[in-house]
């Protein structure tokens, strides 16, 4: 089954008009908050659609709106839904109760607190973070766990959300909310690392600029976030083969251990909040950087450093990077103990 729809989000003084839908026992929106809006009748445009649902909605007449977007909402259970998303900062008229829930202004960095579909998280963010007009499809399970998500004809990175104890918690969230409401999730970092007669090397990347958070930073031979439904070592391989155009195959990853990270902090003027649990390797096979193909997107360049002058720079300072001290430590730590010469 397939329908046509109009969703409205009305702004004032940093606040979004919010629906909380209690009032049908039968809805897929149950006990959800959602903007206004509704299903076309025959032959109405989106417009005329939008400014019919609002008025019945709210008894407010918009004065000034916009088009943000499509929504293809795809349920898991046979329903398609194609969503116009509207934002409007100009009404007038008396409210009214709605027949579909409870209307309520919200706080714009509130709404984050409430019981959202998953993927309208997404398009808050979007509706947040750029002025284009984008095209958003969601695909649920049928359960209401989202299972894709595709900005521009382009799949987003989901994350598999955990429990302390590194368990699924069974919710699944895009990347920039993850990162944006500090979700704990699974990463992978892979520390390739050469013998020598004293010691050991370290290869560092410099993280490109472009990157959401630390750029230019100095990080982790390879790391990565694990996409929703990976295994550790599923995405070591592939993120070494990314990001270095390394062809590794699991064995030649040695397991080190799990590390705790987390911290907040603005780039690019957007807060981005990290809260991970990592599955840490190391690589020891033979490495030339000039045969590396480095993803520009994600490095600008590598480098080998010592290991002990790494760490000393690593807590004096010197070194602009992202590396937890604790993680280098505990890497070295294995280091020494296994004697991977």
Known sequence: ????????????????????????????????????????????????????????????????????????????????????????????????????????????????????????????????????????????????????????????????????????????????VAHREGALHGTVHIWIVRPKESGFDVLLQKRSEMKDSNPGDYDISSAGHMAAGDDPLQASVREMKEELGLDVRPEQLHYVGKHRGAFEAVFHGKMFRDNEISSVYVYTDPVEIEQLTLQEEELEEVRWMDYEECHRRIL??????????DEFRMVGEYLKETDMK
């Open 1 to 176: 089954m397939t329908g046509l729809s109009t969703l409205c989000y009305i702004e004032k003084d940093h606040k979004y008009l919010m629906l909380h839908r209690v009032v049908k026992k039968n809805d897929v929106n149950k006990d959800k908050w959602i903007g206004v809006g509704g299903h076309f009748e025959e032959d109405e445009s989106p417009e005329e659609c939008l400014l019919r649902e609002v008025w019945e909605e709210t008894g407010y007449r918009l004065t000034d709106y916009r088009f943000r977007g499509i929504v293809t909402f795809v349920s898991g259970d046979g329903v398609t839904e194609y969503m116009h998303l509207f934002t409007a900062t100009g009404f007038e008229g008396t409210p009214v109760p709605c027949n579909e829930g409870v209307l309520e202004w919200v706080d714009k960095d509130d709404v984050w607190n409430l019981n959202l579909w998953e993927g309208d998280k997404i398009f808050f963010r979007l509706l947040d973070e750029r002025d284009s007009f984008f095209s958003l499809k969601l695909v649920y399970d049928g359960c209401g766990c989202l299972v894709s998500a595709d900005l521009d004809g382009q799949p987003m990175e989901l994350f598999d959300i955990l429990h302390e104890d590194g368990t699924k918690t069974g919710v699944v969230k895009e990347r920039g």
């Open 316 to 325: 004096d300072g010197s070194l602009p990077n992202c590396i937890y001290e």
